[in-house]
Each structure stands twice: as C-alpha cells, then as structure tokens.
C-alpha cells in the first residue's frame, strides 16, 4: 500500500532557479520525510518534519507540511548540478515499529 | 558518522541459487529494514527487524527470509534465487523506541542480477 505520492514525476530546471516537489498522502501520520538519491546509489536523509510542525528548514532547503491537505512541500532554493538526483518522501507512523512508506520519488535535473 | 554497509555492490546469480545479502550497521540503532527498489515501483519493504531475533514481515517478503543474530548485523536470504528478484537491494537501520519513526540510514545497495 503507498502511502506518499510525489509530484511532479519528474522536474528539469536551470543552474540557480529554485526547485518545488510535493507529497500526498492518505492516512494520519507522526511525521514525514524526505531523502535524496543520487544514481545507483542509498538513499540520504534530508529532514524530517513532526505532524505537529508547519516548516522547517535546514540549508537551501525548506519542508511545509499541511496536515488539513494531507501534503508536503520541498523546496531546494539556488538549485546547483550537485542538486540532481532523486527526492523521495516518506510517511512514519505513531511508534517506531510502524512502517515508514516511501513515495516513488521526483526525479530532479539541475542544468548547469 | 553512522555507516551502513552491504556486503555486496554488485552480484550475479543463477536462478535456484540461495543468495545471502549482508548488512551491518554501526551505529547501535535498534531497527534494521531491508528494501527492494524497481523503476518506476519505489522502495518497497521486505521485511524489518525492531530488535535482535526479532523480525517482521514487510509489503513483499514472499520468497525472502531474514536473520538478525547479532544487533549490528541483519541478512537478507533469497531462498531460492528467481529472475523477478532481480533488483536493486537497499538496507537501513534507525533508532527505535518510542516517539514515533526516525530517519533511517541507508546503506549504498546491492545491485542483484538473477540469470
């Protein structure tokens, strides 16, 4: 069962412009994430923001969370080449022992 | 810096083979998940294991067991290798415990070839 569903499939952009992805999702949730993948490569862990939180921001990136819509934003901002990869949300339950459900991600390319 | 590690990064196997795929963690975390990951299919979960001995079944498990003898350590075993196990194999391990789910670690991946 997805829980987490990325919007757009896939985004290409400029060197410098901002990038903008969004996550729908179902049921209720303790939190929600986001990773990075870059090609062949494990996922890496950017920021997790609690149900009870509305933003949260860590470098050039900025995560919403709207719990009324049931969705989430991630915004990369001054989007450089390295930015290129795969982003991925990913819905956590109430415990630990709840399953955290992956999305099938946004393919972002960056173009120099 | 936590560090996850997989046995193998690629791997080739016959169809019928028993495949182990070995993932250690080193960073004392009490969950340890295993995923498989196909284009245009996600992550999707085989199984995950919230302490030692202890496991449970994820979305996929058929065709797939686990063991965890040892906390740091959790191996995935394709009983019988079969051409649609084919994949690319993610590990990762997180903190447990109460409070909710946690970011989860992952290792570089396994990329499985079953011919």
């Known amino acids: 069962s997805q829980q987490g569903e990325e919007d757009p499939q896939a985004l290409s952009i400029q060197e410098g412009e901002n990038a903008t992805m969004n996550c729908s999702y179902k049921?209720?949730?303790?939190?929600l994430q986001w990773y990075r993948q870059n090609s062949g490569r494990g996922l890496v862990h950017l920021i997790l923001?609690?149900?009870?939180?509305r933003e949260k921001h860590s470098g050039r990136l900025r995560v919403t969370l709207d719990t009324s819509k049931k969705s989430s934003s991630l915004l990369i901002t001054a989007s450089r080449a390295a930015d290129t990869a795969s982003y991925f949300c990913?819905?956590?339950?109430?415990?630990?022992?709840?399953?955290?459900?992956f999305g099938p991600g946004t393919s972002l390319s960056v173009i120099p | 810096d936590v560090k996850v590690t997989q046995s193998s990064r690629y791997l080739v196997k016959r169809t019928g083979e028993k495949v182990f795929l070995e993932c250690v963690q080193d960073?004392?975390?009490?969950?340890m998940f295993w995923y498989r990951q196909d284009p245009g299919l996600g992550l999707r979960l085989i199984y995950f294991?919230?302490?030692?001995?202890?496991?449970e079944k994820g979305d996929i498990p058929e065709g797939y067991s686990v063991s965890r003898e040892k906390k740091e350590r959790f191996s995935l075993i394709l009983e019988s290798a079969s051409t649609n196990q084919t994949s690319m194999y993610l590990c990762?391990?997180?903190?447990?415990?109460?409070?909710?789910?946690?970011?989860?670690?992952f290792g570089p991946g396994t990329r499985l070839t079953v011919t």
């Open positions: 990762a391990s997180s903190f447990g415990g109460n409070g909710g789910s946690y970011e989860q670690y």
């Open positions: 049921t209720s949730i303790n939190n």
């Open positions: 923001i609690r149900s009870n939180e």
């Open positions: 990913a819905t956590g339950g109430a415990t630990s022992y709840d399953k955290v459900i």
């Open positions: 960073m004392d975390h009490e969950n």
């Open positions: 294991s919230y302490d030692v001995k202890m496991k």
